[in-house]
């Protein structure tokens, strides 16, 4: 059986073939700028050259036609027919309180994304679009909306509640939602399984650590707590976004400056974090070339970037009394092993050693705690369409 994972962005839309008999990706592609001059596809059919098509895309659902003509091509194709896909999964951004899982679309749920356009601005109108196409180009094809929210569902009150007056949260639903939320619950299930924890009551952290970066407690794959808030700007520093940051800021700024708040927003969202920090860059791999060289605001934005993730495994343990695994994902997680050690020397009180030979580990499941360390400590690969693949298979 076959599924098309789909993730639409306000201008692109990423797309994966996967042959769910071995979870293989039969191929997997791009495309940008859509709704902008200069549309580009560019497809990789597994075992065969990239293709690539530039042609307008005035829309997704031109974008959805042409990832199907793709994927039958006699040359770049990997199907015969699109009759052979079997249903599509869709990560959709925000689900608001109405969703803790996956589902079918259906009129209904198409009615709850365009409810919470307000909460997921950029990318719920991109997701129902990407829905409607595939609806319109697969008839009769099932559509699943799996939801970047819905893990962060299980949080109690205490943990999702912002300290405001709580008529914010009855008028409008401002609250934490938390984001990631499809790696989170990838990620702690395969480490409740690599470990052979408890699936009930195993106490894993993980920290999701890309160009967005967040973490999550989970009890038995349930989600307690977690970094992102209403929106993803909350919690750790990220490549280009600040993380927790005094509100207060914002005002003086905009004071100093004759900005507004939504220019602040920007500021905070694209232009902080590792890159407004360091002056040098948002990617890991520039900033750590750059503190090796002796620079120190990149010296300082990386400290400042362990440090900030080490106070939080702090507080997860508290919220979690106690922790059995810790694990490290995405593009920073997985590879940089620089970053996992320096994260790791805050946490000798919970009885953590690394092994410096086993966190040389890239791109791999691989436990990286010394065979005596109280908590084990993992690097755990992510793989978000693989969940998505995964959660429309179960449901169809
Ligand atoms: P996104 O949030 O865009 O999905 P990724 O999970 O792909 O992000 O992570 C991107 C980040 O991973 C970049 O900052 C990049 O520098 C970092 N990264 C990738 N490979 C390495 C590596 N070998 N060492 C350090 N950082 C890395």
């Known amino acids: 059986m076959k599924i098309l994972v789909i993730n639409c962005g306000s201008s692109s839309l ?35 050259d990239k293709y690539e098509v530039v042609s307008p895309m005035p829309d997704h659902k031109v974008a959805v036609q042409m990832v199907m003509d793709a994927l039958v091509d006699p040359v770049h194709g990997v199907i015969k027919d699109t009759s052979e896909i079997a249903a599509v999964g869709h990560r959709v951004l925000h689900g608001g309180q109405y969703y803790s899982d996956s589902i079918i679309v259906n009129d209904d749920v198409k009615r709850v994304i365009r409810d919470c356009f307000d909460l997921g601005p950029l990318h719920n109108p991109a997701n129902l679009i990407g829905i409607e196409a595939c609806e319109a180009a697969m008839p ?39 984001f990631h939320g499809t790696s989170h619950r990838f990620v702690s299930g395969e480490v409740l399984k690599y470990l052979n924890l408890d699936p009930e009551k195993g106490k894993v952290i993980v920290c999701h650590l890309g160009n967005g970066a967040s973490i999550s407690a989970s009890i038995g794959g349930k989600c307690v707590d977690t970094s992102m808030g209403l929106t993803p700007l909350e919690g750790l520093i990220m490549g280009t976004r600040s993380g927790d940051v005094d509100p207060a800021v914002l005002q003086f700024i905009c004071n100093k400056e004759g900005k507004d708040i939504n220019e602040m927003l920007n500021i905070l969202n694209k232009k902080s974090g590792i890159l407004g920090m360091s002056g040098v860059s948002s990617d890991f791999r520039d900033v750590h070339k750059a503190r090796n060289e002796g620079n120190h605001q990149a010296d300082v934005a990386l400290q400042a970037f362990a440090y900030r993730v080490a106070k939080y ?43 410096d030979e086993a966190n040389k580990a890239q791109g791999e499941a691989a436990v990286i705690s010394t065979a005596d360390s109280k908590v084990k400590v993992l690097a755990m690969p992510t793989n978000e369409e693989l969940a998505i693949a995964r959660e429309t298979l179960t449901l169809i």
């Open 140 to 178: 009769g094809v099932p559509n699943v909306a799996v939801f970047d929210t819905a893990f962060g569902q299980s949080m109690e009150e205490k943990a999702y509640m912002y300290a405001i007056p709580y008529e914010y949260y009855e008028k409008y639903k401002i609250r934490r939602y938390g």
């Open 14 to 48: 990423k797309y994966q073939l996967i042959d769910m008999e071995n979870e293989s990706v039969l191929a997997k592609g791009l495309c940008e700028r859509i709704g902008i001059d200069g549309s580009l596809l560019t497809h990789k059919p597994a075992g065969k």
């Open 313 to 355: 495994i702090g507080a997860y343990t508290a919220a979690m009394n106690g922790v059995d695994a810790i694990a490290f994902t995405a593009g920073v997680g997985e590879n940089d092993g620089e970053m996992r050690k320096e994260i790791c020397n805050y946490l000798g009180y919970l009885g953590i050693a690394i092994d």
